[in-house]
């Protein structure tokens, strides 16, 4: 069994809060309007001590992919997710859209936000997120370049750990050709378990969907992973500034409650969970 969990634990789970704040906002949306930028200050200076609480009660260590916007522009926040105990992970620099990026304009903005992680964590992360769970045709490469031990972006697996394998060759007519796996070990995300798409209020779609909905789906998700996927790893992804709207608040509780609730979960940061995996 390639995941070796603790004794008296069967079942791994990993909660990871993106703190895109302002970033994801100017980055991803282009929208730098003050509405839009007081939404991610919301998310930095209330949404941060929420979650950090919510966390707190079950004992909960989290990671928290973090732009280097965001460190930068929020320091504070950062600082009280490290004093809680937190892990904090790469998560580019002003969620940029890497997958537009040419090769060495993605390998800057890596020297950027590892400048900022070391200035402000105090360390190199040991993890990347991409922005919006893109990768280019260059990320595999440049994440090797730079050591890192994990990546958690991509949806090959759902509650497995695995190396994701580069594309050799795309052909829309011969098919496509599977090359060599990363060094990194994948942590797979999964957009059913984002609050982000389905409960915001987005320049180009609109989720504020009700909370019964979502919490139903992420409570079968896991009695699914739980039940059926032995030594799994569960991985929900939200975000302080749309998960600390206090409808959302509640539902992230009571999510939790649900999870703390099993015999021989281990909530884990992601690098923690990565120690104890090896190949097959
Ligand atoms: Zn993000």
């Known amino acids: 069994m390639p995941l070796a969990l603790p004794d008296g634990t069967r079942f791994a789970v990993a909660i990871t809060s993106d703190l895109d704040a302002q970033a994801v906002w100017m980055g991803t949306f282009g929208a730098d309007s003050p509405s839009y930028l007081s939404r991610g200050e919301f998310g930095a200076e209330v949404g941060v001590p929420r979650v950090l609480d919510a966390l707190a009660r079950h004992a909960i260590p989290a990671t928290w992919c973090v732009p280097s916007h965001s460190l930068l522009t929020f320091p504070a926040a950062a600082d009280a997710i490290l004093q809680a105990g937190h892990e904090i ?3 580019g620099v002003y969620h940029e859209p890497i997958h537009k990026m040419e090769r060495d304009e993605e390998r800057r903005l890596m020297d950027v936000q590892l400048a900022a992680h070391e200035r402000i964590v105090g ?3 040991r993890g990347y ?13 440049i994440l090797e370049e730079y050591g890192f031990a994990w990546d958690s972006s991509l949806m090959a697996r759902d509650f497995e750990l695995y190396r994701p394998r580069r594309m050799a060759s795309l052909s829309l007519e011969e098919g496509n050709v599977f090359g060599t796996p990363s060094a990194f070990v994948e942590v797979p995300v999964s957009w059913y378990l984002d609050d982000f798409p389905v409960l915001e209020n987005l320049p180009r779609s609109v989720g504020m969907v009700d909370t019964e909905g979502v919490l139903r789906r992420w409570i079968d998700l896991f009695d699914f992973a739980y039940e059926r996927v032995p030594n799994g790893v569960f991985t929900l992804t939200v975000h302080p500034q749309t998960i600390a709207r206090g409808h959302h608040l509640l539902m992230f509780e009571r999510f939790l409650e649900h999870v703390a609730s099993h015999d021989g979960v281990w909530f884990a940061t992601i690098s923690d969970i990565v120690d104890r995996w090896t190949d097959d």
């Open 123 to 125: 360390h190199r992360p």
């Open 129 to 141: 997120r991409s922005p919006s769970w893109n990768f280019s045709a260059a990320t595999a490469d």
């Open 89 to 91: 992970a790469a998560h």
